[in-house]
């Protein structure tokens, strides 16, 4: 695949629902859709394009992936996180990953970013479990799953361009796809959950074993704790992810200028 794409980025962005625009701040060199890769998924969930992306982003070289894959589809683990593995042997070394989540801390509001700082994995398996892939550790150590160094950065940036509505919080992982009853969204945050999704976990694990950085934020898309909650539906996930993805690649971008 390597002679295919003629660039060496160093830099990974995995653009989760309702924020594939951020593709439009790329310059393009080379796009590769899924069925084109042996071995890969097909994403079958709406707003998921599938496709990678290769190109410049604020001066950096970056590959995007436009769709992901969920473990709700179908795919075992192994299949979901098979990107990662790609990404590893281009030889990425910074993963971007970002998401559209429900709000199960009281204090966020629709549209607020959150920068996750750790998550929970609520899934009923392990991307890691099977035979080691010698890229990492049996036992890789999760402590720093979201680099400190790259929080402290968007910390920098959100200051710099006085971004509004971002918080940072504790991811919780679910396999999905119902979205989650009042009684779980109360249980998920009293277990230490800020947002819930149904995605981005097994992709940080794979990408720590494999040595790589990764930051992560999610969109909170609705609220599913508070006096009123929410009825969610994918068209205001949808929806509320293309609002916020301004401030997205203002962040984004921020940080890509400084690294």
Same mark, same amino acid.
């Given at each position: 695949?390597?002679e295919?794409?003629?660039?060496?980025?160093?830099?990974?962005?995995?653009? %989760?629902?309702?924020? %594939?625009?951020?593709?439009?701040?790329?310059?393009?060199? $080379?796009e590769?859709?899924?069925?084109?890769?042996?071995?890969?998924?097909i994403?079958t969930?709406?707003?998921?394009d599938? $496709?990678?992306?290769?190109?410049?982003?604020?001066? +950096?070289?970056?590959?995007?992936?436009? %769709?992901r894959?969920?473990?709700? #589809?179908?795919?075992?683990?192994?299949?979901v996180?098979?990107?990662?593995?790609?990404?590893?042997?281009?030889?990425? $070394?910074?993963?971007?990953?970002?998401?559209?989540?429900?709000?199960?801390?009281?204090?966020?509001?629709?549209?607020d970013?959150?920068?996750?700082t750790? /998550?929970?994995?609520?899934?009923?398996?392990?991307?890691?479990?099977?035979?080691?892939?010698?890229?990492?550790?049996?036992?890789?150590?999760?402590?720093?799953?979201?680099?400190p160094?790259?929080?402290?950065?968007?910390?920098?940036v959100?200051k #710099?361009?006085?971004? #509004?509505g971002?918080? $940072?919080?504790?991811?919780?992982?679910?396999?999905?796809?119902?979205?989650?009853?009042?009684?779980?969204?109360k249980?998920?945050?009293?277990?230490g %959950?800020?947002?819930?999704?149904?995605?981005?976990?097994?992709?940080?694990?794979v990408?720590?074993?494999?040595?790589?950085?990764?930051?992560?934020?999610?969109?909170?898309?609705?609220?599913?704790i508070?006096?009123?909650?929410?009825?969610?539906? /994918? #068209?205001?996930?949808?929806?509320?992810?293309k609002?916020?993805?301004?401030?997205?690649?203002?962040?984004? +971008?921020?940080?890509?200028?400084?690294?």
């Amino acid at each position: 695949m390597q002679e295919r794409i003629n660039v060496q980025p160093q830099i990974a962005i995995i653009l %989760g629902t309702g924020l %594939g625009e951020m593709a439009d701040e790329i310059s393009v060199t $080379k796009e590769i859709s899924y069925t084109d890769i042996p071995n890969f998924p097909i994403s079958t969930v709406e707003g998921h394009d599938g $496709k990678l992306i290769f190109g410049t982003l604020a001066g +950096k070289e970056v590959m995007a992936m436009k %769709g992901r894959f969920h473990y709700y #589809e179908g795919y075992s683990m192994q299949e979901v996180t098979f990107p990662i593995r790609v990404m590893y042997e281009l030889g990425i $070394k910074t993963l971007f990953v970002s998401n559209a989540a429900g709000g199960a801390n009281t204090s966020f509001h629709v549209g607020d970013l959150m920068i996750i700082t750790d /998550h929970i994995n609520g899934f009923p398996d392990n991307p890691l479990r099977g035979k080691n892939i010698p890229t990492g550790p049996r036992f890789p150590d999760m402590h720093f799953a979201y680099d400190p160094q790259l929080i402290a950065l968007a910390d920098e940036v959100t200051k #710099e361009n006085s971004l #509004e509505g971002l918080v $940072k919080g504790v991811y919780y992982g679910t396999q999905g796809p119902s979205y989650e009853t009042p009684a779980e969204y109360k249980a998920f945050h009293t277990l230490g %959950g800020d947002a819930i999704g149904m995605s981005t976990v097994p992709e940080v694990i794979v990408a720590r074993h494999c040595g790589i950085k990764v930051f992560g934020i999610s969109v909170i898309t609705n609220m599913g704790i508070s006096d009123q909650p929410e009825v969610a539906s /994918h #068209e205001e996930v949808q929806r509320a992810g293309k609002e916020a993805g301004q401030r997205m690649k203002i962040l984004i +971008k921020g940080m890509l200028e400084k690294m």
